[in-house]
Nanobody
Framework: QLQLVESGGGLVQPGGSLRLSCAASGFTLDYYAIGWFRHAPGKEREGVSCSSSSGGSTNYADSVKGRFTISRDNAKNTVYLQMNSLKPEDTAVYYC?????????????????WGQGTQVTVSS
């Protein structure tokens, strides 16, 4: 069974940090670009960050640049999203998604596999 499983979400105070993980099973992430998306209540789902299949190319939404870092450990078949200096507006369900090609895409419909999401809540 091919699946992605996110973990690492939770409740954190403003200014705090969390590290999300996206673990793949049933397939290897070596040939997949991985994107992180988030969906906040009352808003459309948006792209947060993406890593090319090699990890050599990454991109970030303007709202998270300088605060979030995407990385991947293909040996562990896992991609991470380190989130620092969290703000209340970062509160959302975070999803990872895999695209079977080397380069990222800004279009959600192009992604082949999606995780179930992990809740991140930033609140004092």
């Amino acid at each position: 069974q091919l699946q992605l499983v996110e973990s690492g979400g939770g409740l954190v105070q403003p200014g705090g940090s969390l590290r999300l993980s996206c673990a793949a099973s049933g397939f290897t992430l070596d040939y997949y670009a991985i994107g992180w998306f988030r969906h906040a209540p009352g808003k459309e789902r948006e792209g947060v960050s993406c890593s090319s299949s090699s990890g050599g190319s990454t991109n970030y939404a303007d709202s998270v640049k300088g605060r979030f870092t995407i990385s991947r450990d293909n040996a562990k078949n896992t991609v991470y999203l380190q989130m620092n200096s969290l703000k209340p507006e970062d509160t959302a369900v975070y999803y990872c998604a895999a695209l079977e090609r080397t380069r990222c895409s800004e279009y959600e419909y192009e992604y082949d596999y999606w995780g179930q999401g992990t809740q991140v809540t930033v609140s004092s």
